[in-house]
């Protein structure tokens, strides 16, 4: 861990343990208001102890943003939320880790680098951290963000998150299978919510619904992204492997051949995860349109270990090499 994040990462969690004890409130709330105090350059909660505030005011003084670049920024909130959500949260608000978040940077700008602006949306974006990772490692392109979050505290975690990296990001407080106000985006990046959806009446209109009982939330999910992409437009989605083993899976796979065509699917190493069954992969799609032709072959790949820098160097040229011949075509 560099300096620079060890630093960030002990002014966020002091000043957050500060105010959860004053506040009486969780690490997670009080990380955000901590985060609205750094980003603003003053402490705006009201009715602490003066001793209080000169405690946070010592932490803050050391704070001097144009020293730290986003990714630090970045990966030292992501410690202090990795930190509070020990405390218990659901599984399905389990953040990205963080070598995948890399990953799939890496791919995004490899499919959208002939694009120079862009819009790119996350409809399950937690606190951000999957959609900052990507926007830090695109490098000087214009891009605008949007990210929905039925989850009110994760949204104002991602909205300080996005502050203090300095993104122009547009958030959303409300169910992303519900209708979006949102104009078809140029790319889609989202760990899938794995699991049913429970509201019966809303997926009424989803062609990826249930012929009966509850319907998957992550089925739904992927034909939403779709329906709010452009033509063209690239999707990149962290599945979960038994996505097509599933009883509703012939109904997915008939629905994609119609509407997407699949670019790449990249499994990543299980020993990442749990367990074999909570393993995932990286799947990637491009909705069709006019002029879009499916690839010669899909990218299909199985990662190494993340640590292991010469397996995953072998894998990087083998990656390079398909989107060289798919330039050429």
């Known amino acids: 861990m560099s300096s620079s994040v060890e630093t960030l990462f002990h002014i966020f969690d002091t000043t957050a343990l500060v105010l959860r ?3 009486d409130i969780t690490y997670l709330e009080a990380l955000a208001e901590t985060g609205d105090n750094l980003f603003e350059g003053q402490i705006l ?34 410690l202090a939320l990795l930190k509070g959500m020990k405390d218990g949260i659901q599984a ?3 953040m ?38 990507v926007l830090n490692n695109i490098g000087g392109k214009d891009v605008r963000g949007f990210g929905s979050e039925v989850d009110e505290l994760l949204l104002r975690l991602a909205f300080v998150n996005a502050n203090l990296q300095r ?47 509850l319907s998957y939330a992550h089925h739904l999910f992927i034909e939403q992204s779709l329906k709010y992409t ?36 990249l499994q990543l190493p299980v020993s990442m995860f749990k367990t074999e ?7 990637v799609l491009q909705k069709k349109g006019t002029n879009i032709q499916a690839p010669k072959q899909a990218l299909l790949v199985e990662l190494p270990k993340f640590t292991n820098m010469q397996a995953m160097e072998n894998v990087i040229s083998q990656i390079n090499e398909w989107f060289t011949e798919k330039k050429e075509g």
């Open 96 to 133: 990205t880790p963080d070598a995948v978040s890399l990953f799939v940077s890496y791919l995004f700008n490899k499919f959208m680098e002939e694009k120079e602006s862009f819009v790119v949306f996350d409809p399950a974006v937690g606190t951000g951290n999957l959609l900052t990772a």
């Open 21 to 23: 004890k004053e506040m």
């Open 45 to 78: 909660q009201e009715s602490l102890t003066h001793s209080t505030i000169e405690r946070l005011t010592k932490e803050y003084n050391k704070y001097k943003e144009e020293n730290y670049k986003s990714e630090d920024i970045r990966k030292a909130f992501q």
């Open 277 to 283: 069954k909570n393993a995932k992969s990286i799947f």
């Open 167 to 213: 993104h122009t990001i547009e958030f959303f407080n409300q169910d992303s299978l519900a209708p979006l106000y949102l104009d078809p985006v140029d790319a889609v990046l989202c760990d899938l919510p794995v699991g049913y959806y429970p509201n019966d009446l809303r997926v009424s209109e989803f062609i990826l619904k249930a012929d009966e009982g």
């Open 230 to 265: 452009k033509e063209g437009g690239f999707l990149f989605f962290i599945i979960p492997n038994f996505l097509f083993e599933s009883d509703q899976a012939p109904k997915l796979h008939a629905f994609l051949k119609e509407h997407a065509y699949i670019q790449g699917v």
């Open 92 to 94: 399905n608000h389990e």
